[in-house]
Structures are given as C-alpha cells and as structure tokens.
C-alpha cells in the first residue's frame, strides 16, 4: 500500500522559514517526479514546485527564490525549504508523485503564515 506522509508545517511569523518533509513508503521516489502542492481555503490546489528524476526543478512564480525543492533518494524523502514566508502561502501543503497508472498524494501539512 503506497503512503506519503507530509510533516514540518506549523505557525510561523512573515519572514520565517520552514522545512516540509514528505516520506514514502510502498513506493519508491526514484525515477519518479515529484511535486509539492498547496490548497489555500477557498481557492484551487496549485504546484508550488516539483523535481524530476534527474534533479530538474520548477517552481510557481510565487515559489521562486524564497522555496526550494530538493531529494534524498536514500531517504526516499523529498524535502520543501521554505524562506521569507508571507501570510499568502498560508494553506495546506501536499506532495505527490505520479506512475504510469496511478497518482499517489499525502494528507497534507498546514502553513500557518502570520502577519
């Protein structure tokens, strides 16, 4: 059974940073893409970034320069830095990752982003 499980979220002032985690287990992120979502209320689930299996990342405009995405094939992980944090990116984060037949996505992990 393929399970992702998002973790790092949390209440932090504009400015800040955190770090978001998403692990996997009955499905291995090699060779795979993987991306990181957010869902504000009342809006649309966006791609904030994602990372191809070569190391290729893209980001939202709104992403760039302040998140970055990166691996750890040996932790099977995927990893979302995220600095100088405004109320906007306030929303549920999701990681997700896509096979020939099927797309897998975590519970998500609530940004809290204080003004």
């Known amino acids: 059974q393929v399970q992702l499980v998002e973790s790092g979220g949390g209440l932090v002032q504009a400015g800040g940073s955190l770090r978001l985690s998403c692990t996997a287990s009955?499905?291995?992120?090699?060779?795979?893409?993987i991306g990181w979502y957010r869902q504000a209320p009342g809006k649309q689930r966006e791609l904030v970034a994602g990372?191809?299996?070569?190391?290729?990342?893209n980001y939202a405009d709104s992403a760039k320069g302040r998140l970055t995405i990166s691996r750890d094939s040996a932790k099977n992980a995927v990893y979302l830095q995220m600095n100088s944090l405004k109320p906007e990116d306030t929303a549920v984060y999701y990681c997700?990752?896509?096979?020939?037949?099927?797309?897998?996505w975590g519970q998500g992990t609530q940004v809290t982003v204080s003004s």
């Open positions: 997700n990752v896509k096979t020939y037949s099927s797309t897998y």
């Open positions: 009955g499905i291995t992120f090699t060779g795979k893409t």
């Open positions: 990372i191809s299996s070569s190391g290729t990342t």
